[in-house]
């Protein structure tokens, strides 16, 4: 089992790349290696482009950028119009996918999503995770992102957008300043062309620089967000993601350093796993019924079992008892990467059970 520091935010973004155009590709094997571009219609000689491939940004094209500009910068691009039902559907594909490597998700964009990942993994740990989304994204749609792991959603939109595409950044809390030390103020998201041209203007080229910069300074350039971004520069953003729905399922899973086939140690693991679950739905003051235990054995299959018991509970020797059952039934013998725990079917505690105050009130 991997240590886990409990007060370490780790908070993974992950970003499609060249989404609409990447999609056409996927869709279109003979559009691979080419310049697409996704946007307006460029014999009509107005409206921009969507996106492009990667090959068409080599020709200077990028989103924003009139069409009839970028035909005449490359008219050999493949020119497509915009089929948004299509990356709909794809996006609800992939958005499906995420979700299942963490309860605290926040979809952002058609293309984009954070998950908080402090609870199952570490920084250490992180890399394995983002390279099994990137591989399941890429098996199941052929498509690849960007997947950024940071102490913050800034920092992890930042990292993510560092390397792309098919990049995996991981900046963990001690790298955090030498990472935004020479990064142009620019890749702090929300700084547009005009706040840059301000700040350049100013002698404030990278993020070091905003930092070093005074804070009276920045907000005659910029007004409050010249606090946020001083803030930002010098590592002190802590947000989280922001989850709006009430929560489904509690769920927590490990990846091992080394996959295994001892199952005494896969049982401990379960134990820590299971007691980590159930700290978690104690403190929220819910109940559950439905006990779900999942293996992911050594050639990626995965396979899961749950048993929904007959009232909801939050008696961990319950659950405990529960999880290790079917943890016999479904353990085969295989060499296991992974193996996680679900407790769903969840409701408040007090709404089944009934005191006398509920009478009363
Ligand atoms: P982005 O993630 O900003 O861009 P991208 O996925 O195309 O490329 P990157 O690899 O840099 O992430 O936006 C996601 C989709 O949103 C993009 O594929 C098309 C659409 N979009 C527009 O329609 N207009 C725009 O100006 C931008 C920026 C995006
Ligand atoms: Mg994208």
């Not at 930002?232 to 489904?248: H, K, N, Y």
Request: aromatic share 8%; with cysteine; proline share 4%.
């Amino acid at each position: 089992m991997i240590p886990h520091d409990q007060n370490t935010r780790i908070i993974m973004h992950v970003d499609m790349d060249s989404f609409y155009a990447s999609v056409e590709i996927a869709h279109h094997p003979d559009l691979y290696g080419k310049p697409v571009v996704i946007g307006a219609d460029p014999r009509l000689n107005r409206g921009v482009i969507s996106t492009c491939s990667y090959e068409a940004r080599t020709f200077g094209l990028h989103s924003g950028m009139p069409i009839s500009q970028a035909y005449q910068l490359c008219p050999q691009a493949v020119y497509l119009p915009v089929n948004m039902n299509l990356y709909r559907l794809v996006s609800e594909r992939i958005m499906t996918i995420l979700k299942q490597y963490s309860d605290l998700f926040e979809q952002v964009s058609i293309d984009e999503a954070f998950l908080d990942i402090s609870q199952s993994y570490t920084y250490l740990s992180s890399p394995i995770l983002a390279k099994e989304i990137k591989r399941e994204i890429q098996e199941k749609e052929g498509l690849l992102c960007s997947v950024g792991i940071a102490p913050s959603r800034y920092y992890a939109k930042m990292a993510s957008d560092f390397d792309k595409p098919d990049g995996m950044t991981i900046i963990t809390p001690g790298d955090l300043l030498s990472f935004l030390e020479n990064l142009p103020v620019s890749a702090i998201p929300g700084v547009g062309k005009h706040r840059f041209s301000l700040l350049k203007r100013a002698g404030i080229e990278t993020i070091g620089d905003l930092g070093r910069t005074d804070l009276f300074t920045l907000v005659s350039i910029a007004g409050n967000w010249g606090i946020m971004m001083h803030h930002i520069a010098l590592g002190l953003d802590t947000t989280g993601i922001r989850v709006a729905q009430p929560r489904r399922s509690i769920g927590r899973e490990t990846t091992f350093l080394c996959d295994t086939d001892d199952p005494t140690g896969m049982r401990e693991t379960l134990l820590h796993l299971t007691t980590s679950v159930h700290h978690t739905l104690v403190d929220s003051h819910l109940l559950c019924k439905t006990i779900t235990v999942k293996i992911r054995d050594s050639d990626f299959c995965t396979k899961t079992r749950a048993v929904t018991i007959p009232t909801e509970t939050d008696d961990l020797k319950t659950i405990i008892a529960e999880i290790m059952n079917i943890f016999t039934e479904l353990y085969n013998g295989d060499t296991v990467r992974l193996i996680g725990v679900r407790l769903s079917g969840l409701v408040q505690k007090k709404s089944v059970q009934t005191s006398i105050f509920d009478y009363l009130s």
